[in-house]
């Protein structure tokens, strides 16, 4: 008699298809060949990009053409353009001057507010009463915000050439021989960017002012760690 019936069969584990036998370690060093690969591709493709946190800009207590007192505190909470020259300076110093006006006046869209100041290096002459005759018959007046700053000589050394490191040397005719300098700071009193022509470029302010500004406004949940990120990786300008 012939039986029938259903019976089972238990298939081997084909060497091809089935468990495969990975070893321990390549579990192991696999997340962190995952994280190397996104870090490599972050610092190649850097879609984010960020100016270099350069160090903190100096302190300082001056005085303005009104004879107010004016700190780096004051000027914290908002993008500050530095610059540096004296009320005599002329050929060396009328270019920067109207290049600064050219650039607030391609800013003047912008939504975020900034501060333009200017550093006297003339302490014994610049006193803020000069100052304010200058604000007053400068046909810059009203039109952008800007401060003229000025102090005691060892005030200006210690800010300008200590702080800011500027060489500024005073001649014996009163004129002041330095090297052109622009610091552009952040809203948290950080250097961000140097700039070392006597007219800089209208487009390359503006251009590391916009990167400022979108970081300034991606500092919150992850778009923050994504921007710390970009500090970590230098992903700077090219």
Request: proline share 6%; glycine share 6%; net charge negative.
């Amino acid at each position: 008699m012939t039986q029938t019936g259903t019976s089972s069969q238990t298939i081997a584990p084909n060497s091809k298809f089935g468990q495969l036998n990975i070893p321990v370690w390549v579990w192991f060093f696999l997340p962190f060949a995952v994280v190397g690969i996104s870090i490599a591709l972050f610092v190649i493709i850097q879609p984010i990009t960020v100016l270099p946190r350069i160090r903190l800009a100096p302190g300082f207590r001056l005085q303005n053409s009104a004879g107010a007192w004016v700190s780096n505190e004051d000027l914290r909470g908002q993008i500050t353009l530095y610059s540096f020259s004296y009320l005599d300076c002329r050929d060396d110093c009328a270019p920067s001057m109207t290049q600064l006006t050219a650039v607030h006046d391609t800013l003047t869209q912008q939504t975020a507010p900034i501060n333009f100041v200017t550093i006297s290096l003339n302490a014994e002459k610049d006193t803020p009463e000069l100052l304010g005759e200058m604000t007053k018959t400068s046909e810059l007046n009203g039109r952008i915000p800007w401060q003229w700053l000025t102090g005691s000589a060892n005030q200006i050394r210690a800010v300008v050439g200590g702080g800011f490191e500027l060489y500024f040397a005073p001649q014996a005719d009163n004129s002041v021989r330095f090297q052109p300098k622009y610091v552009l700071v952040d809203r948290n009193g950080m250097i961000r960017a140097h700039y070392f022509d006597a007219q800089p470029d209208s487009a390359l302010l503006q251009r590391d002012i916009n990167y400022l500004k979108e970081e300034e406004a991606n500092t919150d949940g992850g778009n923050g760690v994504a921007y710390e990120a970009a500090h970590l990786f230098l992903c700077y300008p090219r």
